[in-house]
């Protein structure tokens, strides 16, 4: 993507705790999204920072830090079902969304 | 079932051939487009249509033609396919273009579309 870096591949445990990281482009931001997407689905919307801190949505959280163009998806209590891709996306200032690679999440039991 | 639907799921093609892929959403957004996720994963969006109206067109081959008969419709047209045509297709809506939490993407299952 342009500019936007995130890990290709995790494995973590069930029951774990993982965190997916991303560094974005700090010029001209609009936002940043999270979205999941298992094998040969749609990309599904987990969340939307725009200002800096902490989202809690059930077992997802997402942080933006806009000075440091950081951004990380935290996934508690991991289930064998949150095995997929994370993506994510920043929107710049002509409120284009721009994708990251995704991180592959492998669930291993 | 409220959704993005588009149809066909799988497409196999021969090179030069011209072929369509249909996409409607009955969210009720005004917003439609047409994403390109490649062999690495990267989504990257074709066109944007807004009440029918083409709002972002990247650079794209002009074989690649888009149409929205209503802003519930945006299909793809494909002329002269190319090998390096094959990926997986997304089309995707939202309320408007201004995006953030209330108006989100919602994609479509995608058309993964093979050219040999």
């Known amino acids: 993507g342009q500019n936007i870096d995130q890990p290709t591949e995790m494995t973590a445990t069930e029951g774990a705790i993982v965190q997916i990281n991303c560094t974005y482009q700090t010029s001209g931001f609009n936002g940043l999204f999270w979205y999941q997407q298992h094998a040969g689905e749609a990309p599904t919307f987990l969340s939307y920072n725009v200002l800096d801190g902490l989202e809690e949505k059930g077992r997802f959280s997402s942080f933006l830090s806009r000075s440091k163009g950081y951004s990380y998806l935290l996934l508690k209590e991991l289930q064998m079902k949150d095995s997929a891709s994370y993506l994510c996306a920043r929107l710049d200032s002509n409120y284009q969304l721009i994708w990251g690679a995704g991180t592959k999440l492998i669930i291993k039991p | 079932d409220t959704a993005v639907s588009q149809t066909p799921k799988y497409l196999v093609t021969q090179m030069g051939n011209d072929k369509s892929i249909k996409c409607e959403q009955n969210?009720?957004?005004?917003?439609m487009y047409w994403y390109k996720q490649d062999s690495k994963k990267f989504l990257k969006i074709m066109f944007s249509y807004n009440n029918k109206e083409l709002i972002i067109n990247e650079t794209v081959p002009n074989r690649f033609s888009p149409k929205s008969p209503d802003k519930a419709h945006l299909n793809l047209h494909i002329n002269s396919l190319e090998l390096g045509d094959s990926a997986v297709y997304f089309c995707?809506?939202?309320?408007?273009?201004?995006?953030?939490?209330?108006?989100?993407?919602?994609f479509g299952n995608g058309t993964r579309l093979t050219v040999t």
């Open positions: 969210l009720g957004h005004d917003t």
């Open positions: 995707a809506s939202s309320q408007d273009t201004m995006w953030g939490r209330d108006s989100p993407l919602h």
